[in-house]
């Protein structure tokens, strides 16, 4: 079921799972084992309003890239469906291949060709890693030119340097001449993160995944690269999936945020909703985690009131899948999976503490 209504939404999935096989070991070949998968996101709904920020949140390894990849076709999900609502240049390819509908939205979860060629100019991501995303051996003319000839834009070289000069104007790196001919190790961790932004939005980008786009970049320049991403949602009619580990961060740019836990997502709501009033106690963990000045001006960071480590993908715990960390765990949490439970006014926790408060 959808938190928000269909006609606020830009993309939507529903049923995502994202399985990878693992070759099998010897001892399995042996014994005639099946081989095993590693469960990444394991039946997942998101949601994402048009030009809105909604985060993603978790742990590492909780399958916070996989889902934001899968979302935009980057990795091709086991089970689920992708809904998008395109361009107009794009629905009518869609509209003349007959391309399934629902609500309004188009099924791209097996599109290909053409189609999915020209998805891949409106759904796309911004890396984490800003050193190791961009070619090393390309100048920054080259690296913001070359998806132009790859998707045929532009009727000549001329034409294409405008638009790059454009590009990198857009993302303030001023006077965009001076930047043309640099290679990557020429420039900042900030001022590369703005190549992969204004790379990702040559194209023309409706939808951009930004995987911990400033996780790797000094304190004092996080805050100038959020700014842009934000100015540029609002100039671009841009939506974003904003993946962090960082709940801080979340709770600042998120218009919505989801909790992901292991696979799956445990809690999902609007920002103020889940960060002044959270019900999942993974949630509640977690912002306890976040440092908070105490009446002196101290930052103190609180012990987090979760048991043991994260298990495995490969491994995940029957019922529900928090239960050998939870400090509420019941015996229903080790055998049956939590429903999702409307908490609060668009606001879901997947937790079986709701159920015993009806
Ligand atoms: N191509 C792959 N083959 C096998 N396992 C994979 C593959 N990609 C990811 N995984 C596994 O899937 C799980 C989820 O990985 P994913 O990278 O999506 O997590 P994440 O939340 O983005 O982590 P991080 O915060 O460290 O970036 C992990 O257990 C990871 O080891
Ligand atoms: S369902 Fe049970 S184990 Fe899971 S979070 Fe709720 S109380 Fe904890
Ligand atoms: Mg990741």
């Given amino acids: 079921m959808s938190t928000y209504s269909y006609k606020d939404l830009i993309l939507f999935g529903e049923g995502l799972k994202v399985y990878f096989s693992l ?3 010897l001892t399995e070949v042996l014994t005639f084992k099946k081989g095993r998968n590693v469960r990444a996101v394991d039946g ?3 949601y994402l309003p048009r030009n809105k920020v909604t985060c993603l949140v978790g742990e590492s390894g909780c399958g916070k890239t996989t889902l934001g990849r ?3 076709g980057l990795i091709r ?3 689920g469906r992708i809904y998008y609502k395109p361009s107009k240049e794009l629905e009518e390819l869609m509209e003349k291949e007959g391309v399934p509908k629902r609500e309004g939205f188009y099924d791209i979860t097996d599109v290909s060709g053409k189609i999915y060629k020209l998805l891949r100019r409106e759904l796309q991501i911004v890396f984490q890693d800003p050193y ?5 051996r390309m100048t920054v003319k080259e690296i913001l030119e070359e998806p132009l000839i790859i998707h045929g834009i532009g009727e000549s070289e001329d ?3 405008e638009m790059v000069i454009k590009a990198l104007t857009d993302v303030k790196l001023t006077p965009p001449e001076e930047f043309l001919n640099l290679y990557p190790f020429q420039l900042s961790g900030g001022q590369r993160q703005r190549v992969n932004i204004a790379r990702a939005l040559i194209l023309g980008a409706k939808v951009v995944v930004a995987d911990e786009p400033v996780s790797m970049l000094d304190v004092s320049i996080r805050a100038e690269i959020l700014k842009l991403m934000l100015d540029l949602k609002e100039n671009r009619d841009l939506t974003y999936l904003f993946i962090t580990h960082d709940l801080a961060v979340a709770s600042i740019i998120c218009d919505y945020i989801n909790i992901m836990y292991l696979g799956k997502i445990v809690e999902r709501g609007p920002t103020d909703e889940v960060i002044k009033n959270p019900k999942h106690p993974y949630t509640q963990a977690l912002l306890v985690a976040v440092p908070q000045p105490d009446p002196k001006g101290r930052w103190v960071i609180k012990e987090v009131p979760i048991k043991g480590e994260v298990p495995s993908a490969i491994n995940i715990p029957p019922g529900c899948r928090f239960h050998p960390r939870c400090l509420y765990a019941m015996d229903i949490c080790q055998r049956e999976e939590p429903p999702e439970y409307l908490v609060g006014k668009d606001h879901y926790s997947a937790c079986w503490l709701h159920k015993e408060k009806k």
């Avoid at 190791?132 to 090393?136: E, F, R």
Wanted: glycine residues 4%.
């Fill in 77 to 79: 999900p086991t089970e």
């Fill in 132 to 136: 190791g995303s961009l070619n090393p």
């Fill in 44 to 46: 997942v709904n998101i």
């Fill in 70 to 72: 899968s979302i935009i």
């Fill in 159 to 161: 034409e294409r340097l």
């Fill in 23 to 25: 070759a099998r070991s």
